[in-house]
């Protein structure tokens, strides 16, 4: 049980922001919130994590919201080879990393 | 760059045969971890280690299924008798020694087992 919740699937157009929403309303306050992705034929890519505060890195930025019951992942211009299965995943020292079914991202050129 | 190393990339087996995956972390990593990858669903832990020693193994099917970290360094993990169901990508992973959840965890690119 993931116990995170996120659409099935998503679209965008190339060179325009996309944002990625994730529902985690159980969260306990020892859970990071993971984001990993998974391009076809390939196994996941990590792509950010945050316990409290956003986070930003050079593939996305990460804003918790202030409850944590939620966060959403940036990618702040999409390209073609961001279309991938993104997954949002809670982690805390009593589990072990699982992944949910993810949202499937569309790039449309 | 570090990579987590998965051989073979591909296998084909009949069902009731035995089949091995292999696996070899980045180096320095402490954890290592087994998926098993369904078409079109998320990946399922089977098996956690911690060098040498499993973590979690609760959704490995133990009466098929073995995994083994002797070493605490490369793994393998092993099917026998490989059914038709087990047709997946099994996918290992590994994070750094203390990670836990503060830390990412890299994998590799997968062996596709196709049992026919």
């Known amino acids: 049980d993931a116990k995170t919740t996120q659409p099935n699937s998503m679209e965008s157009n190339e060179e325009e922001p996309v944002h990625l929403p994730c529902n985690h309303s159980t969260i306990s306050g020892t859970d990071y919130i993971h984001w990993y992705r998974q391009l076809p034929s390939q196994g996941p890519e990590y792509v950010i994590h945050g316990l409290t505060s956003n986070v930003n890195n050079r593939m996305a930025s990460l804003a918790i919201a202030e409850d944590r019951k939620s966060s959403t992942l940036i990618l702040h211009r999409a390209t073609l080879r961001d279309a991938a299965v993104y997954y949002c995943?809670?982690?805390?020292?009593?589990?072990?990393?699982?992944f949910g079914g993810g949202t499937r991202l569309m790039v449309k050129p | 760059e570090a990579e987590v190393a998965q051989s073979p990339r591909y296998k084909i087996t009949e069902k009731s045969q035995a089949v091995a995956f292999w696996c070899d972390p980045i180096s320095g990593h402490a954890t290592l971890y087994w998926y098993r990858q369904i078409l079109g669903q998320g990946p399922e832990l089977l098996v956690q280690f911690q060098d040498e020693s499993v973590v979690d193994d609760s959704q490995l099917p133990k009466d098929r299924f073995s995994a083994e970290r002797l070493k605490g360094v490369d793994s393998t993990l092993k099917i026998q008798p490989a059914e038709l169901g087990d047709s997946a990508m099994y996918l290992c992973?590994?994070?750094?020694?203390?990670?836990?959840?503060?830390?990412?965890?890299?994998f590799g690119q997968g062996t596709r087992l196709t049992v026919v």
């Open positions: 995943i809670r982690y805390n020292a009593g589990n072990m990393l699982t």
């Open positions: 992973a590994s994070s750094k020694t203390g990670g836990g959840p503060n830390t990412e965890a890299f």
